[in-house]
């Protein structure tokens, strides 16, 4: 589990890098901002235990996210790609779906069927996403569905969460 957490946190350090080299040097080819009110966001996902989020605009309607999740059980990491819709009417606040994929670890903590195995699964997500004005904050709440590979899996519909991140 520790070997897990320390490769997560490595892998989301060397995506922030990259990610600040290619914003600075997109600001410096144009000075105009995405219909997104931010860039790059970092923070923490709640569902059954925590997570790390990290998401980035690649253009103005889309967004790569990558989510590494840690509860009772075991770990997973998530990667999603996400089409993002505004709400008429309601600024800072828009939609989004997309598809994505994930691999996981259960640990044999509790001794149930899943002990000591590696999963991976296609996700999908909907979700609403919030870009507070006044402050460099962002909040997101979806639904991740996903449909894992391997023996006693299927259809998992309890993924997804709620987001808090501090944008950039």
């Known amino acids: ?33 995405t219909s997104s009110d931010y860039t790059t966001a970092l923070g923490i996902k ?10 980035h605009f690649v253009n103005d309607k889309a967004a790569i996210e990558a989510v590494g999740y840690f509860w009772n059980r075991g770990a997973r990491i998530t990667g999603l790609y996400e089409l993002h819709f505004d709400i ?3 600024d800072g606040l828009k939609w989004y779906i997309g598809p994505g994929a994930h691999i996981g670890f259960y640990n044999n903590k509790y001794g149930d069927k899943f ?17 507070v004005k006044s402050a460099p904050l962002n909040f997101s709440l979806d639904w ?3 449909f894992e590979f391997g023996e006693n899996r299927g259809f998992i519909g309890s993924w997804g969460g709620f987001a808090i991140r501090f944008t950039f």
């Open 115 to 131: 002990g000591n195995r590696s999963f991976g699964g296609i996700d999908g997500v909907l979700g609403l996403d919030y870009k």
């Open 88 to 90: 008429a009417g309601a």
């Open 144 to 146: 991740q569905p996903s």
């Open 1 to 33: 589990m520790k070997k897990i957490f320390v490769l997560t946190t490595v892998m989301i350090l060397i995506i922030y890098v990259n990610v600040s080299a290619q914003r600075t040097a997109t600001k410096r080819s144009s000075s105009s901002a």
């Open 46 to 55: 709640f569902l059954d235990g925590a997570g790390i989020t990290l998401k």
